[in-house]
């Protein structure tokens, strides 16, 4: 502990003075210009590298594609400090002046909870669409980080860029659904301790429209849900759609769909109708427009091999 308490003392001496000032989570919060950044989740290390700001990137965490997993000591030139979250000293070491995470539970207790952090001259942010409370407007939600970490990283120019472009991929995903018949969706999270999915709160149900298609269980107003084997029997979706991250691959997936006395009975297993997408093109960040049109591209062939 004292060795944490000598890297704060470090730290607080070099550090400017809280500067800029912007809303994040319905909270206002005070940085200066941030020069170096560590990001505790992969889709947000993404968002700080397509913004151009890559140099000032001095460490990443929690890596989540089974690509990126493979490359544990750095990511894209970047250091990787730790396979999960960091802990308080390693987080420290590193000097940030801006932590950014893209789910909640990247923000701990004590030192490295927002507030802990903010006391001790460290700047935070969290992607909206991870703050307690938040619409499901989740393609507003990337615009709005797109703006304000645009904003606090003098990046102004490349966030527009990135937020038409995906505005541009949104319509051109609508436009290539068309009208007709929606294909029903099962998306697979993760098969660990049960069939993991999402219901309404989640993403990938706006995802899934924004492509004119619908997640069989948007019905359930929660965020998280887990069914059993009969109830996806009897959903009997046209399509599943696989996450395919470090911890659960989507080749593990495909063999318990196709092994399982019950999973391999399903429609789509027995049609091989499942498609295969890293876990962070599931969540909402500047790609989301580019993930949009590619799934609508390999629905439609899907749709019309049916």
Not at 74 to 87: K, L, S
Request: charged share 20%.
């Amino acid at each position: 502990m004292s060795r944490l308490w000598m890297l704060l003392s470090a730290l607080l001496y070099a550090m400017p003075v809280l500067a800029d000032r912007y809303r994040n989570c319905g909270e206002d919060w005070n940085t200066a210009a941030p020069s170096r950044i560590v990001a505790l989740n992969q889709h947000a290390a993404d968002l700080v590298l397509a913004l151009g700001a890559g140099p000032a990137l001095v460490g990443v965490a929690y890596l989540d594609d089974t690509d990126a997993g493979q490359r544990p000591s750095e990511y894209f030139g970047v250091p990787v400090i730790a396979r999960q979250y960091p802990a308080s000293e390693v987080l420290y070491a590193q000097q940030p002046d801006l932590v950014i995470g893209g789910f909640a539970t990247a923000f701990g207790d004590g030192v490295t909870s927002r507030s802990g952090l903010a006391r001790n001259g460290v700047g935070s942010y969290l992607l909206e669409s991870a703050c307690n409370g938040h619409s499901l407007d989740y393609f507003a939600h990337v615009r709005n980080d797109l703006l304000t970490l645009g904003r606090l990283l003098h990046k102004q120019p490349q966030a527009r860029q990135l937020s038409e472009a995906m505005d541009a991929d949104l319509a051109s995903a609508r436009a290539l659904a068309g009208a007709g018949k929606s294909l029903s969706v099962f998306y697979l999270d993760s098969e660990v301790k049960g069939l993991d999915s999402e219901g309404r709160r989640g993403f990938v149900t706006a995802l899934l429209a924004s492509v004119g298609a619908r997640n069989v269980f948007a019905d359930i107003n929660l965020y998280r849900v887990t069914v059993n084997r009969e109830t996806l029997l009897a959903s009997d979706p046209d399509v599943i759609l696989l996450a395919d991250a470090e911890w659960s691959p989507a080749r593990r997936k495909r063999y318990l769909l196709s092994h399982d006395p019950v999973l391999s009975q399903l429609r789509a297993v027995r049609e091989n109708r499942m498609i295969d997408i890293p876990f962070t093109h599931l969540l909402p960040t500047f790609n989301s427009g580019r993930v949009a049109l590619e799934l609508a591209r390999q629905l439609n062939a899907l749709k019309k091999n049916k």
